[in-house]
Structures are given as structure tokens and as C-alpha cells.
């Protein structure tokens, strides 16, 4: 393990440790927040931070899974950027836009060339939205991959998104995230 990737699992485990506990999560029924309920297939670990429900299997340095809820006019898509100011959300940005709020806010946590691959209208719950992939390189030169979808709902922003490495973990619980997806639904 290099210099940076140990800086970078200390101050991970540094943040983890203000945000909260993990929570086991059985499969089922799951209420995220925002009026988002999502069916799993498999068990979850699930962290709460902020209006933002992280879940993982293996770590979070191996797979996530994302949901952000009710993000409104003017806040960040992240918690936290590093020495930088982060971009912010307003209702009125397009699919495009949204795309961009999210890899410009990525590009703060040091990710390396990520690029934003087929952008596309979707449904996700009852709602018109979109999705996309995308990849990148973290900073210690590991490959990651991951998708999300999203939909403005009553001026909020609502996502989910999943990344993983490249190489095993992205793909080890794709079909379980795809499962999740397509249970999301809005009260």
C-alpha cells in the first residue's frame, strides 16, 4: 500500500468514524428517506450520513451503493471535498448538467479521468429521470466503474448510484443493485 493510498483509508476511516455506525440491513423492504423505498435482494451494511444512506458488502474502498434523497436548491452532491469548493444542485438543471454536477464534484476526491458514458432518459420509480455509467481511476491507480440513475421530484434531486472496482467487485453485485433499481419507488 502506497503513501496516498494510506492517507486516503485513514481519512475514509477518519470520516466513518464521525458519521455513525453501520447498520445490518436483511433483505426486504428498506424506507431510505425522501419517501424512497427499496426492495434487496441480499443483506447490507448501511451507513447514514447526512441525507445520504451509503451501502456496502465488502467496504466501501471495494463497492457502494449510494442514495441521496431530497437533495435541494443549492446543496452538494458530496459531504465533503477536499481544500475545494463543491459544486451545488439547482432544480432547474437538466440530465446534462446533473451529469457534470456529479463528476465535478467526484474530481474534488482526487478522481482521475472519469468519464460519463450513455447518458439517457429512465424511469425510476414513478418518476421521469436518467441514467448513466461512469468510470475512473482513483489516485492510488485502482479502476472503478459504476452507474447511477436519478430524477428531479418537487425540486429535489433523488440518485442512486453504485461504483465499484473494476476487476470483481462492481460486477460481484451488479445484479442485486439492478434488483434494487427497479424496486425504487417514491411515496
Known amino acids: 500500500m502506497n503513501r496516498s493510498t494510506r492517507i486516503l483509508a485513514v481519512a475514509v476511516v477518519l470520516l466513518l468514524a464521525g458519521c455513525g455506525q453501520y447498520e445490518h ?7 431510505i428517506g425522501g419517501g424512497l423505498t427499496v426492495d434487496t435482494p441480499i443483506d447490507w451494511s448501511q451507513l447514514s450520513a447526512g441525507d445520504q444512506k451509503i451501502w456496502t458488502v465488502d467496504g ?18 458530496l459531504q465533503r471535498g477536499l481544500n475545494t469548493k463543491l459544486p ?9 448538467e446533473i451529469a457534470d454536477l456529479f463528476k465535478n464534484s ?37 479502476e472503478r466503474t459504476g452507474l447511477a440513475i ?38
Do not use: C, H, W
Request: hydrophobic share 40%; no cysteine; net charge positive.
Open 60 to 77: 466501501q474502498l471495494l463497492q457502494i451503493l449510494v442514495f441521496v434523497t431530497g437533495l435541494e436548491d443549492g446543496n452538494t452532491l
Open 25 to 31: 440491513l436483511l433483505p426486504g423492504q428498506v424506507k
Open 150 to 187: 436519478g430524477a428531479v421530484r418537487n425540486r429535489k434531486l433523488n440518485l442512486i448510484y453504485y461504483r465499484g472496482t473494476k476487476i470483481l467487485y462492481f460486477d460481484k453485485y451488479k445484479n442485486e443493485v439492478e434488483k434494487i433499481i427497479s424496486s425504487a419507488r417514491f411515496s
Open 88 to 96: 451545488v444542485f439547482k432544480p432547474s438543471m437538466t440530465a446534462i
Open 106 to 142: 467526484f474530481a474534488t476526491l482526487n478522481v482521475r479521468d472519469m468519464r460519463i458514458l450513455n447518458l439517457r432518459p429512465a424511469r425510476f420509480g414513478n418518476a421521469d429521470g436518467f441514467r448513466f455509467e461512469f468510470d475512473y481511476r482513483s489516485t492510488d491507480g485502482i
